[in-house]
């Protein structure tokens, strides 16, 4: 009867599932670039009108 091995097999030692996501919107955040300025909107005069 051949014996087989009981003991609890152990995790693959590496990052854990956090540390990945963590690191991979840590990297999106560093190589979006930077959004440009967004140009000033035209300033529309506003004509007064006369009390009556």
Do not use: F, K, N
């Not at 091995?5 to 979006?32: E, F, H, K, V, Y």
């Amino acid at each position: 009867m051949p014996t087989t091995d009981r003991t609890p097999q152990r995790p693959p030692a590496g990052p854990s599932m956090r540390d990945l996501l963590a690191s991979c919107a840590a990297a999106a955040a560093i190589s979006t670039p930077p959004r440009a300025p967004e140009p000033p909107a035209p300033r529309q005069r506003v004509e007064h009108r006369e009390a009556a």
